[in-house]
């Protein structure tokens, strides 16, 4: 698969101060093919300034895949010189989200050259901006356009072409989580099927930060949820927090199997729309649940296992059985400017009104990382580790 949008990004080690690793991050702003690894992985593409100056940041880096809070480290990261293209940005906060994990473990689809900054998401300020840049002005909030920034770190010299704005009169933890996951809610509601006020989407995995935007997006437009999670000594406090964002059904994984599903689509429709962020039985289930002709779209595969189609589901009912990648969609649509702006405007009007809110999150400092990380493994945490600066 050939990626779009690449920049090569070349870590260059310049010499060790005090005991602190000092880098310069310097790419080639120009875009490229990116080179082929030894894994057959595409490294990630990234882009920064290409001048080295004094100023320093600190940044969760980490140079070895493996166990998150074992090989991430806060260290100094040099920062390069501002150019005529490039901007200052002071990070904010940035979440730690599974693909995070995953991009450090070394499982993910795409992977960064080593040594990495940690982290895909988050929203930071602008300070300065370079002679020739238009979009930005210092004090704008800005997102990252594509995954593969590195946003776990204070400060980043990034090209302009490489951030997109955002409201700055929306909350932080909003900001910082609004690039990914709300983005990835609102697109699998629109794109996938044509969905009407009283039409029915389920989804599992349904109290993650997708699951959670998928709520509240579908319940601004008046679709039914059937939200299924893991059971839980809480669950009851869970359930209450998803109906107060919105949530119609909240069920346990067990209960796609009993008979009880027959009594609910006696109040909802069958969904036309399952949302697949778990794979396994889970996912198997959706798919027996919904209508003829209807589709499943595959996002997550949390429980690490694969996907089984029934048989019947696609003979009898004609079921669609599809994927999607939100990265993908930023690179289908990086020369549609207006594309991701129009979503995050209408993402933003949502947050205003009170529709949209950001997912329960804990907000740590960065030099609280490896707590972080490791809470962002756990099973049945249902908050979101977010890294403030
Ligand atoms: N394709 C895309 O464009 C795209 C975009 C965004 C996210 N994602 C993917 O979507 C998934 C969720 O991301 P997120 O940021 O929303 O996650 P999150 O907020 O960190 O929540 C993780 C969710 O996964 C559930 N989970 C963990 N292990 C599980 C297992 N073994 N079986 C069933 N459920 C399990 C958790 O349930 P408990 O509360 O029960 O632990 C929780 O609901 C991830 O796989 C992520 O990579 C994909």
């Avoid at 994990?101 to 040594?115: E, H, K, S």
């Avoid at 099927?193 to 029915?200: Q, Y």
Wanted: hydrophobic residues 40%; glycine residues 8%; contains cysteine.
């Amino acid at each position: 698969m050939e990626l779009p949008h690449h920049v090569g990004l070349l870590v260059k080690r310049i010499g060790v101060t005090g005991g602190t690793l000092c880098r310069t991050l310097t790419t080639a702003c120009r875009a490229h093919r990116l080179p082929v690894r030894s894994s057959g992985r595409r490294s990630l593409a990234a882009r920064y300034s290409s001048a080295a100056s004094g100023s320093a940041c600190k940044a969760l880096l980490y140079r070895n895949h493996g166990d998150p809070a074992q090989v991430v480290q806060l260290e100094s990261v040099e920062l390069p010189v501002l150019d005529e293209r490039s901007v200052l940005v002071k990070m904010l906060a940035a979440p730690i989200n599974p693909s995070d994990i995953n991009m450090v473990q070394g499982t993910y689809a795409i992977l960064p050259d080593l040594p990495a900054v940690g982290g895909n998401e988050g929203v930071g300020v602008v300070m300065e901006v370079g002679s020739q840049v238009t979009n930005l002005r210092a004090g704008d909030w800005v997102i990252p356009r594509d995954a593969g920034l590195g946003t776990w770190r204070t400060a980043a010299v990034f090209s302009e072409e490489v951030l997109t704005p955002v409201a700055n009169d929306i909350p932080l933890l909003s900001a910082a989580t609004l690039g990914v996951n709300p983005c990835t809610a609102f697109r699998m509601l629109s794109d996938f099927e044509t969905l009407k006020p009283g039409d029915t989407v389920i989804q599992n995995a349904a109290n993650s930060g997708v699951g959670q935007a998928v709520i509240q997006i579908a319940a601004a437009r008046g679709i039914h949820t059937i939200n299924v999670v893991r059971d839980r000594p809480d669950l009851q406090k869970l359930t209450e927090k998803m109906h107060a964002m919105g949530a119609g059904h909240v069920i346990k994984e067990e209960t796609l199997r009993k008979p009880e599903m027959k009594e609910l689509f006696k109040k909802v429709p069958r969904p036309k729309l399952a949302l697949n962020g778990v794979g396994g039985k889970s996912a198997t289930e959706l798919l027996r649940h919904l209508q003829a002709g209807g589709t499943m779209v595959t996002y997550g595969g949390m429980s690490k296992q694969p996907v089984t189609v029934p048989v019947s589901a696609l003979i009898f009912k004609d079921v669609k059985v599809r994927g999607f990648w939100v990265s993908q969609w930023k690179r289908d649509h990086a020369h549609d400017r207006g594309a991701l702006q129009d979503m995050l405007a209408q993402l933003c009007d949502l947050i205003r009104e009170g529709k949209l809110t950001a997912p329960a999150c804990t907000e740590v400092h960065l030099q609280d990382h490896t707590h972080a990380l490791d809470n962002a493994m756990k099973p049945f945490i249902s908050t979101k580790q977010v890294l403030v600066m």
